[in-house]
């Protein structure tokens, strides 16, 4: 059976021959930029903006800043458990943070603003 003719890469730019979409350089760092961000977006779709508009209407308040006597309106829902780490939407693994707290969480725990 005859094999399809090579077409050129689908990376902007790239003038190899390749079978697939990408040649294999850029197969990988398309596959890279998949695990990064579009797994993200399907871990946090309608469903998740529903779940976390519902837990910020019950805590409307910084979880963190009302511990310290604060009250700083809810900013960010945080999953005290990451998904990637096997945590999940349940109220009990949630929080309601303000941006502040929220950043300030992520920078103690190393998984943000860190060099690849």
Request: glycine share 6%.
């Amino acid at each position: 059976m005859p094999r399809k003719p090579k077409r050129p890469c689908s990376f902007p730019g790239c003038p190899k021959l390749t079978e697939g979409r990408f040649c294999e350089e850029h197969e990988k760092q398309e596959n890279r930029r998949y695990e990064k961000y579009d797994r993200v977006r399907r871990k946090y779709g309608r469903k998740w903006e529903h779940i976390r508009n519902r837990y910020a209407a019950k805590h409307p308040f910084c979880e963190e800043c009302q511990k310290k006597g604060l009250m700083r309106p809810v900013e960010e829902v945080h999953h005290k458990l990451p998904l990637a780490e096997g945590g999940t939407h349940d109220e009990d693994n949630l929080l309601s943070l303000c941006r502040t707290c929220h950043a300030r969480l992520h920078a103690v725990r190393g998984d943000r603003w860190h060099n690849h």
